[in-house]
T-cell receptor
Framework: KDQVFQPSTVASSEGAVVEIFCNHS??????FFWYLHFPGCAPRLLVKGSKPSQQGRYNMTYERFSSSLLILQVREADAAVYYC?????????????FGKGTKLSVKP | DSGVTQTPKHLITATGQRVTLRCSPRSGDLSVYWYQQSLDQGLQFLIQ???????AKGNILERFSAQQFPDLHSELNLSSLELGDSALYFC???????????????FGAGSRLTVL
């Protein structure tokens, strides 16, 4: 079954580098997408691709079946849910298959 | 503002009832996707439309149906509602359809449905 796996929670301290890991069992998946979701708001794309990439404080690592999102100099305001997703070419689940989300908590 | 508009933001109804959720995609986007987020669950893909036609189907119940209109807005109809249908329903839009390389989905803020 095509699935995306990520930890349910990650805890960090302000100023640290936090890593959220994701892996998948999705056939024909080549791209990872990382979304940020604050409750009551629209999930927002942070970074994506099929190779390591960086957008501001957000770094994405890439392996064929896994990716990590690294958040540099994490702040209390980064506390939110982070979703990892894979793009399934031609699958029955549309373009993106999401993990269950990782809730990040940040201690001051 | 993501450019994807969902209404209503909140909806409370009773079991057995029927509701309609509406989504207006971002300007220029031809694809609309519906996702369900239940408690402690991730975003579960329901269905996708591209330029008015159904293109992909996920774990959508037979009690649920959707359509995309000529002006590209979409509606998700949920009928014979059960307590377990209480969830956050997200709409997303993208420019292309299935198989489009690195197709980026832009999400709306969701419609929270509570079934009592």
């Amino acid at each position: 079954k095509d699935q995306v796996f990520q930890p349910s929670t990650v805890a960090s301290s302000e100023g640290a580098v936090v890593e959220i890991f994701c892996n998948h069992s999705v056939s024909n998946a080549y791209n990872f997408f990382w979304y940020l979701h604050f409750p009551g708001c629209a999930p927002r794309l942070l970074v994506k691709g099929s190779k390591p990439s960086q957008q501001g404080r957000y770094n994405m690592t890439y392996e064929r079946f896994s990716s990590s999102l690294l958040i540099l100099q994490v702040r209390e305001a980064d506390a939110a849910v982070y979703y990892c997703a894979c793009q399934n070419y031609g699958g029955s689940q549309g373009n993106l298959i999401f993990g269950k989300g990782t809730k990040l908590s940040v201690k001051p | 503002d993501s450019g994807v508009t969902q209404t209503p933001k909140h909806l409370i109804t009773a079991t057995g009832q029927r509701v309609t959720l509406r989504c207006s995609p971002r300007s220029g986007d031809l694809s609309v996707y519906w996702y369900q987020q239940s408690l402690d669950q991730g975003l579960q893909f329901l269905i996708q439309y591209y330029n008015g036609e159904e293109r992909a189907k996920g774990n959508i119940l037979e009690r649920f149906s959707a359509q995309q209109f000529p002006d590209l807005h979409s509606e998700l109809n949920l009928s014979s509602l059960e307590l377990g249908d209480s969830a956050l329903y997200f709409c997303a839009s993208s420019v292309g359809g299935p198989g489009t390389g690195a197709n980026v989905l832009t999400f709306g803020a969701g419609s929270r449905l509570t079934v009592l």
